[in-house]
């Protein structure tokens, strides 16, 4: 159908609309039924959009629809009334519905620009249909209208507003966001800049007619937040092409910085202009051309082998090149480079004015609530597909406008925090990750990854300008937000994977200059941090790799479901008397069961494990004749070493057996589709390596991060930039040249910069006409060129590696010399095996091949007397000499099953009496014992005999040994506890491999063997020197505090003790005989905080204490005093374990006084030099050390006492005599259970009576006030 012509019935029904007379416009009777059919045409129009083309060509909107529209508002309004008053349809309703249809964006009518040539142009002329409606609606008759109607029913109250109205209302903004999106023809406008566009056009008449004010309500109304994404599509598309930085200095003049802009263009032009006129002038001779001359140029071949013949005039020989004359190759355009979609101009001044003003009231009245509203409905999902992008421009266009104008912070706090870097790193790197997976989407990928970058790079942006704000909490939030950006991986690992999958293809040039700018930004904030800050403490995650065994599950290896422990204890009494039964039972036949397959490739004797899984698979299906006679088969066919049992066996005993087995972890083998998989990698070991991520921290290197930078990839991406060197902004070209100066300056890798095409950009840049004005690359051009060919002089080959992107190793050998990198150690190069090893070898293997129990890779590692290998680099050399066909075949064998006989758990209670008070159990019972088990089979038969009661008695006790000290007696033993290292068991897991514990051996003996170790009051000396008084202090009131609080809940124990009549119980038992329950009873009760207490937190409120907990010696301190550092991935902060009683906090705290106070507090003593004791003072320190002991366990003894005193004193039956007399007697006051203690940090005052000593010798320790807050429910 010929869309010119337009169909009769669509042409009645526009003919019924009515009729344009002059300027009046006469409505037909009928007009709002052809408004109806016209919306129910384009309702079913084809997917070519014929109707709309032909209601485009007629011009019905400008014709009709606007007339219509402008002409009839009276009646407009009339209607509304009625329509509000009857719930009818009115012209009203339909005129806004079919504009918001015929003005609807070709890419919603089409889906994507089609590639087809027919449908691409159907594409092309609805786009240029709605080139010509949004001119003309470049009016402030339309767009007054619309504004009337929408301040109408925006009068409303929620009450009095139906549904039609919020549709309308709906309709209005969709029909001016419709008209906003249309794109500019800018070959037809043809317009400059300070020029009226179509676009500036229609943004004077939303101003003329009041629109911009509603949308200020819109965006700041509380009560209209369901339009907020209207609004602000709407907005981001009235800014579509501006400047933000360009439209807040508007009306200000031109500043200084754009007036030396403006003059450096202006003198790159003019020395350009005299160039080419000095060229031009020695391209005209004196004679004519054709006495010019021919020209052999020498060393330079033509076609044949002669040298060249130039027949042009010498000053043109600079300019030749082989490719004159020829056709230029043509780029795919799947390879060609992304063009630039988005064109930024500058309007006409009374526009930019009124643009201006917008954006300073929306930034002072709207932001915030806006921004907040439109977050909320992207995370609760409440908007359409890929509506974030909105967000992230409107983000990163008003924060530049407000970072340009007059910074103020509080305008865009809503979107200034840490929060909001998470949600657009969020969506960078989905967006980046849908880039490379949707390859047809590319593009479109592209760009919102685009929009993103802006965004982040805006907030890099602020939080940098906020750094050096005159308001010290701004930047103290400055502060904060870069430690917790820096402090995430994710973060600095973002412009890494940027760089290295930048795709020309997809991504324009200006993706990647504000990438560019954006990692210059980062660099420079990061490297101005961790020098402010000193050390810098980052997140690092890593792959740990975990070796695991290739055991199949039972569910899939046998098709069982496996029990639970509770099943399997059910289940197990009437499986035990089938077997009772079936054991008395004389006709049991053997010969119905065979253990093993014969048709198996595997030997008969390797096949052990398998007729073990069997037995318990048949138990296990409650098959007890089967499983009993399948052990006894088993038992004829494999007698050695009773693993199925003796010949003489009991039936209690093989009912005891088949217990053991139907209780084992018993390992399964691979199934079939398993075994296949690894037939077909021969290579593959027999252990798999797991990654397990693993959270650490680390303190952060700038250098070292530097360093990831220097990769060819990323270089290529620098070097892509600076060609267009001409086109670029100064400070673009400063962020190339300042990356680039920090690879080769700062990291010694200029060898990085030796690149043929890098070196042709620096020689036209050096011949340039304007190269005065980029002065900054000159200079690093010539730095560059220097280095090279410095390394030319020694390196011959260095001409050559120019036509090669290099690495870092490939630098290393330019710059030291070929094969530099064969002598260091790389865990990555294969070992090498000389001849002598080979044969060395091959005689262990032939030797001991053949010997039944044992495994020969490790007897080949026991006897191999050359470098130390490993069991994986004997196993490969074997199969590549030939003497082995696969990895496989050395596959540890054995049922590794926990069997244990008679003999061997005498002897393993044997070895566990006799190592008992050794400082390593297990380690010494693994030495000793003669049927070698792994560690986990050793220390589940164990608990299984009750020699142990739990894991953590069989952990290793480790104890660093120190030189005797010099101190006295008190402080001597004080730092015998204080060095005490014993082992965090909560840490460790349960079971560990023997490579493992040998390694941690290793590392503590490199540790017990290092250099000198300080003391404690070394230590503390040591900071209170270094300004850490505070910090030293306020962990010596945790410890107090601590102990405190654990004397507290001791005694609140011992006094539930009491009550429930445990004493009592006590008594008994001890005239019962029963003294060793009895003392252990005693230990719980008097003592209990050992089993009741938690680790406290070492929580730093300030941030001198904060600095202190980062410093490496406080943290040294800390390890001495036994406080235990945070689990990884876990925990943030130190903690004070568990198992510390109060006597031993108090001590440390005691530890952590400086001898000045200690001199204050005790004036008649004089100092006594160490090691000059005469007998008489160590007589007097043991007579102490003995007071000490009785006034310990005379506080236990009178704990009750106290307890009870402290509650009569709340009930108030204590008089005051009575409370002071008590106080003298008791040095611990006890709190009821649920007081809370209220401790100030911010306080230093002492308590009256500060100038008696603390318990236990704590001297000069100053106590907090404290408030007590008692529960009034608790009467007792």
Request: proline fraction near 4%.
């Amino acid at each position: 159908m010929d869309l010119n012509m337009m169909n009769c019935e669509l042409l009645a029904t526009c003919s019924a609309l009515g009729y344009l007379e002059g300027d009046t416009y006469h409505k037909e009777p009928d007009c709002l039924e052809s408004v109806k059919d016209l919306i129910r045409y384009l309702r079913h129009e084809d997917e070519t959009r014929d109707v709309r083309q032909q209601l485009g060509a007629a011009q019905i909107l400008q014709s009709d629809l606007l007339p219509i529209l402008t002409q009839h508002r009276q009646d407009h309004l009339w209607y509304l009334c009625l329509v509000r008053k009857l719930n009818s349809f009115s012209l009203l309703h339909g005129l806004p519905r079919l504009m918001v249809n015929l003005t609807q964006p070709a890419l919603l009518c089409f889906g994507s620009v089609p590639k087809e040539p027919s449908f691409r142009h159907h594409f092309l002329q609805v786009l240029a249909y709605l080139q010509a409606y949004k001119e003309a609606f470049a009016s402030e008759k339309a767009f007054g209208v619309l504004s009337e109607t929408l301040y109408e029913l925006l009068q409303l109250g929620w009450e009095e507003r139906q549904e039609e109205d919020s549709l309308l209302i709906e309709r209005i903004l969709l029909l001016v966001r419709n008209v906003l999106h249309v794109p500019a023809d800018l070959d037809q406008e043809k317009r400059i800049d300070d020029d009226a566009s179509v676009h500036d056009r229609l943004l004077w008449a939303i101003h003329l007619s009041g629109l911009d004010d509603l949308l200020l309500f819109l965006a700041s109304a509380t009560a209209e937040h369901q339009w907020s994404l209207h609004v602000l599509e709407i907005i981001s598309l009235m800014f579509r092409d501006q400047n933000p930085e360009q439209l807040a200095g508007v009306g200000q003049g031109r500043l200084a910085q754009e007036r030396r802009t403006a003059v450096a263009e202006l003198e790159v032009l003019r020395q350009r202009e005299m160039a080419e006129k000095k060229t031009r002038a020695l391209q005209r001779g004196n004679r004519h051309s054709r006495f010019g001359g021919s020209y052999i140029v020498q060393g330079l071949k033509s076609i044949g082998e002669r040298d060249l013949i130039f027949h042009k005039g010498l000053h043109n020989l600079q300019n030749y090149t082989s490719d004159l004359g020829k056709q230029p190759r043509r780029v795919p355009k799947r390879r060609q480079a992304a063009r630039e979609l988005s064109v930024q101009r500058r309007s006409a001044l009374n526009v930019r004015l009124f643009l201006r003003d917008f954006c300073s009231e929306f930034l002072e009245n709207c932001y915030n609530r806006l921004m907040g509203s439109v977050k909320d409905h992207l995370l609760r999902e409440k908007a359409q597909q890929h509506d974030e992008t909105y967000y992230m421009w409107a983000l990163a266009f008003f924060m530049a406008f407000n970072r340009a104008a007059s910074f103020r912070p509080g305008l865009v706090s809503e979107t200034l925090s840490v929060r909001t870097f998470h949600f657009i790193e969020q969506n960078l790197t989905k967006y980046y990750e849908m880039m490379l997976t949707d390859r047809k989407e590319a593009t479109s990928w592209a760009r919102r990854m685009h929009l993103a970058l802006k965004a982040y790079q805006e907030l890099l942006a602020t939080v940098n300008e906020m750094n050096v704000s005159s308001d010290e909490a701004v930047r103290e939030s400055s502060r904060i937000i870069q430690n917790n950006i820096f402090y995430v991986m994710e973060y600095r690992e973002l412009f890494l994977a940027l760089f290295r999958k930048f795709d020309e293809r997809c991504q324009p040039r200006s993706f990647l200059r504000d990438l560019v700018e954006t990692t210059h930004l980062f660099l420079k904030m990061l490297e101005w941090f961790c020098r402010s800050r000193g050390n810098l403490m980052v997140q690092n995650k890593r792959k740990k790799r975990k070796k695991k065994k290739k055991v199949l599950d039972q569910s899939v290896a046998s098709g069982n479901v496996p029990y639970s422990p509770e099943e399997m204890e059910s289940v197990w009494p009437s499986l035990a008397e089938q077997l009772q039964c079936c054991a008395q039972d004389p006709e049991l036949s053997l010969d119905s069961m065979v253990p093993f397959d014969a048709a198996s490739e595997v030997p008969v004797e390797e096949q052990r494990a398998e007729a073990m899984v069997r037995i318990q698979d048949c138990l296990l299906a409650g098959q007890a004749p089967q499983a009993l006679t399948l052990l006894r088969s088993a038992r004829e066919v494999w007698p050695e070493g009773d693993v199925f049992g003796s010949q003489n066996i009991s039936p209690e005993e093989e009912i005891q057996l088949l217990k053991q087995i139907f209780w084992a972890p018993l390992p399964r083998q691979q199934g079939p589709e398993e075994q296949g998989a690894e037939e077909e990698d021969e290579e593959e070991e027999e252990e798999e390596e797991l990654h397990v991520v693993e959270v650490l921290e680390k303190e952060f290197n700038f250098l070292d991060y530097l360093k990831r930078f220097a990769n060819s990839t990323v270089i290529q991406a620098y070097v892509l930039l600076l060609r267009s060197y001409k086109q670029n902004s100064a400070h673009t070209n400063h962020c190339v040249v300042k990356m680039l100066h920090r690879l080769a300056y700062d990291l010694k890798m200029e060898a990085l910069l030796f690149q043929l095409s890098l070196f042709c950009l620096f020689n036209r840049l050096l011949s340039d006409p304007a190269a005065g004005a980029y002065k900054e690359l000159v200079t690093f051009a010539k730095y560059i060129l220097g280095k090279f060919f410095a390394l030319a002089a020694v390196n011959q080959k260095a001409f050559v590696e120019l036509l090669f992107w290099k690495n870092t190793a490939v630098v290393r050998e330019m710059t030291e010399g070929y094969g530099s990198l064969d002598g260091g150690s790389s865990s990555h190069r294969r070992p090498v095996w000389s001849p002598e090893e080979e044969a060395q070898l091959q005689e262990l293997y032939l030797a001991h091949k053949d010997v039944e129990g044992q495994d020969v890779v490790d007897t080949i590692l026991a006897h191999l007397k050359t470098a130390p290998r490993t069991r994986k680099q004997v196993i490969h050399h074997l199969v590549q000499l030939g003497l082995a066909d696969s990895v496989k075949d050395f596959q540890r064998k054995g049922t590794q099953i926990v069997l244990w006989t008679e003999d061997q758990e005498l002897e393993l209670q044997r070895l566990f009496e006799e190592f008992q008070d050794s400082d390593d159990v297990l380690g010494n019972i693994m030495k000793n014992i003669t049927a070698k088990r792994s560690r986990a089979r050793i220390v589940d038969k164990l608990l299984a005999l009750g020699l142990v009661a739990e894991r953590r008695e069989l952990y290793k006790k480790r104890r660093k040994k120190l030189a005797p000290s010099s101190l006295p007696n008190e402080e001597e033993s004080l730092n015998d506890f204080c060095q005490e290292d014993l082992e965090e068991e909560e840490n460790l897991p349960e079971e560990e491999s023997e490579e493992d514990e040998e390694k941690e051996e290793g590392s503590e003996a490199e540790q017990a063997h290092g250099g000198s170790i300080l003391s404690t009051q070394n230590l503390g000396q040591n900071l209170h020197q270094e300004g850490f008084s505070a910090p030293l202090l306020w962990l010596q009131n945790c410890l107090i505090r601590a102990a405190e609080d654990r004397e507290e809940v001791g005694e609140w124990i011992n006094d539930g003790f009491r009550r429930t009549g445990v004493w009592r119980l006590l008594e008994i038992w001890s005239w019962d005989g029963g003294p060793v329950l009895s003392s252990h009873l005693h230990h719980v009760t008097i003592d209990p905080v050992l089993g009741c207490s938690q680790a406290v937190p070492l929580v730093p409120l300030t941030e001198e204490n904060e600095e202190a907990m980062e410093n490496e010696q406080f943290q040294q301190l800390l390890q001495k005093l036994r406080v235990r550092p945070p689990a990884s991935g876990q925990e943030t902060f130190w903690r004070i374990p568990a198992k510390l009683s109060p006597t031993q906090l108090r001590r440390m705290a005691a530890s952590l006084s400086q001898p000045e106070e200690e001199e204050k507090l005790q004036p008649g003593l004089e100092p006594k030099v160490p090691g000059e004791q005469g007998p008489e003072e160590e007589h007097q320190q043991e007579e102490a050390h003995q007071q000490e002991e009785e006034r310990q366990k005379e506080h236990r003894a009178h704990a009750p006492r106290a307890l009870l005193s402290a509650r009569k004193k709340k009930a108030g039956l204590v008089s005051p005599e009575e409370e002071g007399t008590d106080g003298g007697k008791e040095q611990l006051k006890v709190a009821p259970k649920k007081r809370q203690l209220l401790d100030s940090d911010e306080e230093k005052e002492e308590d009256e009576g500060g100038s008696k000593a603390p318990e236990l010798g704590a001297p000069g320790i100053r106590k907090k006030k404290r408030f007590q807050i008692e529960d009034d429910d608790e009467s007792d």
